[in-house]
Each structure stands twice: as C-alpha cells, then as structure tokens.
C-alpha cells in the first residue's frame, strides 16, 4: 500500500469515529460506555440545624467571710459576710451539622454559646464589743452586685433518630450523646464588709471585693433530645432540649486596697492596705464557677 493510501484510510477511520459520538476519557473497567467515573460518596445525607432559644444556667452558691480583730484594750471588733450568687436564663444560639452513613449511623458535630448575667447579695453583720466600746455597737447592712458567665461547647455526638406517625404526619425524634469541650469565662463584682481598729475605736468598711475577669477550658459531655417536624423532603422545624455539663472552676475573691469611711460613723478615711486586703481574702471561701447549663431552643434543619 502506498503512503497516499494509507493516509487516505487513516482518514476515513477517523471520520468513522467522529461520527459514532465521543470518546470519554473518564471510562474505567467499572464504567460503561459514555458513563464518567464517579467517586464513592462518604456521607448517605447531611443536616444543617440552627437553633436559637434559652440556656438556663445552674449557679447558686453562697460565698462566707469571717473575720475578727482585737487590740490591747480588750476592744474587740468581727465581720460576717454571706454572699449569695445566682444567675438567670439567657439567649442560646447554636448550630450542628449531622452526618450519616449509608447504615442509618450517624455522627453529630456543632457548637452553642450562652452569655448569662449573674446577681449577688451580700448580708454585712458587724459587731463590737469590749471595754473601750461604749456598750455593745452591731449593725446589718445589705448590698448588690452583678456579674456574667459566658460558655461555649462545641461537641461531637453519637446521632439516631426514630421516625413515628401523628394522624398523617410523620414526625421524627432524635437522641444525640458525646463529649463536648467548653471555652468559658466568668466574672463577678460587689461590696463586703471589714471590721477596723484605729485610736481605740471600732468600726467597719465596705469594700469593693470582685472575682477577676477569667477564662479556662473544660471537657465535658452532652445529651439532647429533639423534634423533628418535615416541612418538604429538604427543610423541617426542630426543636430540642440539651443539656451540657461541663467542669467548675474554683476562683478567689480579690478585695480592693484604698481608703473607706466607717459605717458607724467612729472613723473616717480608714487605709484598707494590701495587708490587710490579703488577711480577709485568706478568710473568704472560693467561688466556685460552674458553666453547666441546660438549652431549650428552636429552629430549622436544612436536609442535603
């Protein structure tokens, strides 16, 4: 055959396949004709939830101080303190994201956040006594502070859900379970009374005392329960109550050096230094801060 020949059939050949269709590369030995290759899927289907509602916090303590001072005149001055602190239900807004397999297992990742004001009372009893006292002096004093606890979790669950029917709606509840890990931040602020002894008088100040601005991690864990309700096979509402538990962080008051009148009226401009500052923070329990909180939220579940 000459080289024209063979050109000429090359040709011809080349025409025939254009005109049978195209040629796809994609085609694997797992493939048909015409059919691209297609990577295995890892996940059967995905659900996006966002939730917004209340987190209720559990924080009640009570916090005591003590303290008493004496001088050489056998006068004789004491301080109580009790303080009570207590928080209050607050925004919840979270989000989560649920993963299944083609076995109907899933996995369940997402985060909250809660910021939660907090309130104390402090009941001041003072009380002095002795030879260089005229008589016996007591007064009861009450104040108020504030202060706020912030926790975030973010977790990653076990995730089943149960579909069951309501008249004719098919409804579906869901249990998630699993670890969580808390960024936290707590602080508090309010005025606690101190017996003073100066020139053989009695009497006693109050003074600004505060737990510091601090922030710790803890691990945890979570459990919720939900409700689904199907709008169309890709948006449904939810509903859910989770709870998250999370480790307490034990913290000191701080009480604040400066110069205080007296409540009594006995002494004015008494130094409250750093000694002395010290003494009644040694004699005042620790605060005890606990993120732990319950969510009770609502929102929609985007279904992929």
């Not at 008088?201 to 505060?210: H, K, T």
Request: hydrophobic fraction near 45%; glycine fraction near 10%.
């Amino acid at each position: 055959m000459t080289k024209k020949r063979r050109a000429l059939a090359l040709l011809i050949g080349l025409a025939a396949g254009m005109a049978a269709g195209p040629v796809s590369f994609g085609q694997t030995a797992n493939t048909g004709p015409g059919q691209a290759f297609r990577p295995p899927k890892l996940w059967e289907r995905v659900e996006i939830t966002l939730l917004g509602g209340l987190g209720i916090p559990y924080v009640k303590l009570t916090t005591l101080h003590a303290m008493e001072t004496g001088s050489a005149s056998n006068l004789l001055a004491t301080a109580k303190n009790t303080i009570r602190t207590s928080s209050a239900p607050a925004v919840f807004a979270g989000a989560a994201a649920a993963f299944f397999f083609r076995s109907g297992a899933a996995i369940q990742a997402g985060f909250g956040y809660m910021k939660a004001g907090l309130t104390s009372d402090d009941e001041f009893q003072f009380k002095a006594s002795g030879a260089a006292a005229a008589g016996e002096e007591a007064v009861s004093l009450l104040s108020s502070g504030t202060g706020e606890l912030t926790a975030v979790p973010v977790f990653l669950c076990f995730f089943n859900s149960f579909n069951f029917r309501l008249g004719q709606k098919i409804l579906r509840t869901y249990i998630s379970l699993g670890p969580t890990l808390s960024f936290n931040s707590v602080l508090t602020s309010n005025r606690a009374g101190a017996p003073v002894i100066r020139d053989g008088q009695a009497d006693g100040v109050l003074v600004p005392v505060r737990v510091a601005d601090t922030t710790w991690i803890s691990i945890g864990a979570t459990a919720g329960l939900g409700l689904d309700i199907p709008l169309s096979p890709s948006l449904a509402v939810s509903v859910e109550a989770r709870y998250f538990a999370a480790a307490r962080k034990s913290l000191s008051w701080t009480w604040t050096p400066g110069v205080y009148d007296g409540i009594l009226g006995n002494l004015d401009a008494c130094e409250f230094d750093e000694k002395a500052a010290r003494r009644n923070a040694d004699e005042t329990t620790r605060f005890s801060a606990n993120p732990s909180f319950v969510q009770i939220a609502g929102g929609i579940k985007l279904i992929f």
